[in-house]
T-cell receptor, first 113, second 111 residues
Framework: GAGVSQTPSNKVTEKGKYVELRCDPISGHTALYWYRQSLGQGPEFLIYFQGTGAADDSGLPNDRFFAVRPEGSVSTLKIQRTERGDSAVYLC???????????FGSGTRLTVV | QQQVKQSPQSLIVQKGGISIINCAYENTAFDYFPWYQQFPGKGPALLIAIRPDVSEKKEGRFTISFNKSAKQFSLHIMDSQPGDSATYFCAASYNFNKFYFGSGTKLNVKP
């Protein structure tokens, strides 16, 4: 596709449940980034992939959060034992290796009730 | 420690006026400073960006002014239009590995 695609666009889950958020990057982009944006705030970095490997996961808040990119394209952000504080918009971005074409998706709005 | 501080939190400007948003950063290793525009329900979209080796960059009605010694940069929107009403974020990065975003400025351009 022409842009970064994130699914689902909205997800409501109960506290304690497990969720998976999917990101389809722009074709050919080797770098993929996950951010979290809380209401009224700027995006906060979570994790960055270059190819299949996580080059920097310093932004993951705790071990309930995990992300994979097994084939170097689609990525899945996984959240275990969700908490109400996890409610936010989760944004994915992708770029070429040198950072050019850095583009954000529209995000997944996660609500934990 | 917040790496990028942005002000004001909100801004109201009359159509045709100049909108000015300011940011300050901490890390002198940052080498890329973009501004993003975000509409409700959408992801941030790149507006304009600057490297620290230049003091100003202009693209259409949008200008970034950069002051390396003060570790500050600002976005100027000339001839502001109602369609410019959105939330604007400054950001900074080192080598594109990750962006540090400001807290955002909600701009309202009144017709």
């Amino acid at each position: 596709g022409a842009g970064v695609s994130q699914t689902p666009s909205n997800k409501v889950t109960e506290k304690g449940k497990y969720v998976e958020l999917r990101c389809d990057p722009i074709s050919g982009h080797t770098a993929l980034y996950w951010y979290r944006q809380s209401l009224g705030q700027g995006p906060e970095f979570l994790i960055y992939f270059q190819g299949t490997g996580a080059a920097d996961d310093s932004g993951l808040p705790n071990d309930r959060f995990f992300a994979v990119r097994p084939e170097g394209s689609v990525s899945t952000l996984k959240i275990q034992r969700t908490e109400r504080g996890d409610s936010a918009v989760y944004l994915c971005a992708s770029s070429s290796r040198d950072g050019s074409g850095y583009t954000f998706g529209s995000g997944t709005r996660l609500t934990v009730v | 420690q917040q790496q990028v501080k942005q002000s004001p939190q909100s801004l109201i400007v009359q159509k045709g006026g100049i909108s000015i948003i300011n940011c300050a950063y901490e890390n002198t290793a940052f080498d890329y400073f973009p501004w993003y525009q975000q509409f409700p329900g959408k992801g941030p979209a790149l507006l304009i960006a600057i490297r620290p080796d230049v003091s100003e960059k202009k693209e259409g009605r949008f200008t970034i002014s950069f002051n390396k010694s003060a570790k500050q940069f600002s976005l100027h929107i000339m001839d502001s239009q109602p369609g410019d009403s959105a939330t604007y974020f400054c950001a900074a990065s080192y080598n594109f590995n990750k962006f540090y975003f400001g807290s955002g400025t909600k701009l309202n351009v009144k017709p």
